[in-house]
């Protein structure tokens, strides 16, 4: 029991420290979020269709933007670590290394949710394409790919933060592994701005599946990742 | 040494045989196909090189778990031989299936489902060996590129699903005459041998590099402490 409490405060404190982090230094974030403006702006721009047959696409064009977008931020969580000696620091503190993975992946997490907020806006207003419908399903939706995408995410993110080309590594890696998400999400997007929802509640299923086999996969890995 | 040396003969003489087997069976036992004609025939190569990429993603993703568990190069040696072979066996199978495909639906390529899981395979294969080429430390290399292909064995099934739930073209298990049948059963299984004996041979050239590495570097230190 006590070891559990400890590893719920030491969770909350790497959490904080992510989040300060990021607060202090907010040309990482801003950054992301206008990426994500551009990114709706320019598709939008290509999709000069009528506002029914654009209902269609939006969708997986939406989850793309998502996708690319949220990439700087997963890419961002390790490598600010890697500058100074933090991430060595880091390991020198006796918390589990499950712990510093649910930390980031939390962090990374509320990241990817404020990059969907800012793109719910932009391809609302853009698209003339009104994706929030049925919010509370659309939510839960965004919820379940984000924590699927965080958990890949944060694992690669720490897996090639020590690599040279670890940009363009993690969205080689990044893309295919996450593709079920990205599909997923995409079509139960889909059904959602339909006049009439399918089955959507199966791709949000398929969606929890990954998402459960990536956090508690990446629990138990992570701990290999930290022995640089 | 000597027995080794017979044995290994043996087995690239029976590997070689089947394959030979397989082939002559593909094109003089098969019946003709009566839509496609002869072009069907890729059917075999394509279904038996796609089972052999499934089986190098397995090989791949267990061998990494065994060296996380184990910490022996040996078995990450395994590993990197099956994303080879693997990646080559994708290769053709998207090569081949592009083929069959311009024959049957008049087009190189279309975002069927499983076309598109086989290309994502694809994609992950080459994503581990550029992860291999990056790294120098062999430890390093050894444990990083475990933990991808143990993340990359998991994603295969949700990959399979994911794509299996969307409607495609893509024939699952078609009605066949039972010659067919048997030929294709004759072709999985010759190549079955062949991706097994490739990766035994990469292996083992992987094993002599490493330990050739090892010398050179052992005499390095030697001469420079000398």
Known sequence: ?228 | MVLARSTRLAATLFVAALLLVAHVMIFFVAPREVTMGDVQRIVYLHVSVAWCGLAGCLTMGLTGAAFLLRRTLRWDHWSQAAAEIGWLCTTLTLATGSLWAHEAWNTWWTWEPRLTSSLVLWMLFAGCLLVRSSIDDPQRRARISAVLAVLTLADVPLVVMATRWFRGVHPVTPEMDPRMRMVLLVSVLSYTALFAALIIVRRRQLEYAAEVTAEEHHRGIVTAAS
């Open chain 1, 1 to 228: 029991m006590t070891l559990l409490l400890d590893s719920v405060r030491a969770w909350c404190w790497l959490l904080h420290k992510d989040l300060l982090r990021e607060w202090r230094a907010p040309r990482g974030w801003s950054g992301m979020l206008l990426l994500a403006v551009v990114l709706a702006a320019l598709i939008e721009m290509q999709l000069e269709l009528p506002r029914e047959l654009k209902r269609g696409l939006v969708a997986g064009l939406f989850w793309l933007a998502a996708f690319f977008a949220g990439t700087l931020a997963l890419e961002r969580s390790f490598a600010a670590e890697r500058e100074c000696g933090c991430w060595s620091a880091l390991l020198l503190y006796p918390v589990a290394p499950g712990t510093i993975f649910l930390a980031k992946l939390t962090a990374n997490f509320l990241a990817l949710c404020l990059v969907d907020a800012v793109l719910v806006a932009a391809f609302t207003i853009f698209s003339d394409v009104p994706l929030l419908t049925r919010p509370a399903a659309f939510a839960g939706i965004l919820l379940l790919a984000n924590l699927g995408f965080a958990s890949v995410g944060t694992l690669l993110g720490a897996l090639t933060s020590g690599i040279q080309q670890r940009g363009s590594l993690l969205v080689l890696l990044l893309l295919p592994l996450v593709s079920p998400v990205i599909l997923s999400a995409a079509q139960a997007t889909r059904l959602l701005l339909a006049d009439s929802p399918g089955d959507w509640q199966r791709w949000a299923q398929l969606l929890a599946v990954f998402a459960v086999v990536f956090v508690s996969l990446g629990t138990l890995v992570f701990e290999f990742l930290t022995e640089d």
